[in-house]
């Protein structure tokens, strides 16, 4: 029986999100990175308007933990433990069956532990710093963007995928160059033009710069669970959505005029 055509959406918010899904969308992944960046537009969007709702309410930091509480709850914290469970895997001086076999485990070691709690802090900090600036709330829209962006990459072809994965080999070249080229422009496109509408220029431009800034820290990411693993797993996609939206966070955070 083939797809239907709508089942790609449904069937990335189903692995991606807590929302209930059709039927349609819990058969297949084949969905699942393709459409990762029409996910990460929608979840961003829900971030920066709880971000935003908490900055007016209470205060910028408060808003921005509330966007990350927001961002876990709306995805099952679904990629912070795969940061956890990817730092604990290249952390330590250890051989790659010994690796993937700790990222494979249920708890979370020290340096995942500490990858978490940095990582949060870092998000928290940038988030409170652009929520308390002008058009900032952007940022926060596109990390969440970016992240999934950045995601989808791990599913181009000749992406090697580490041994025992089963997810990994279940999404493995289902992104095609000319999809993820056509989403990379749209994503950093659509930042620009909202930036150069709230804040002129500098925004644009800074939000530009802060997408390529993630997608590249996810990129190093990838190369090093690549050399390290033998491939990228789900826990490495997971790492390198966190990576990207930290990046990006930080960067517009530094640079925002």
Known sequence: MSRPRWAGPLESVALLTVVRVPAAGTTSTRGVLPWAPLVGLALGGVAAGVGVLGAALVSPLAGSVLALAALAALTRALHLDG???TADGLGPLRGRERALQVMHQGDVGPFGVVALVLVLL?????????????????ALWTAVAVARLAMARAGLPGVPTAEGSSLGRAVAGTVSALWLAGWVVLVLTGAAAAGWAAGGAGTAATLTGAGVAGLAAAEAVRARASARLGGVTGDVMGAMGEAAATVVLLVAAASLP
């Not at 900090?125 to 952007?138: I, R, S």
């Open 83 to 85: 940061l956890a469970d």
């Open 122 to 138: 870092l998000q928290a900090a940038a988030g409170a710093a652009l929520l308390a600036a002008d058009g900032g709330w952007l």
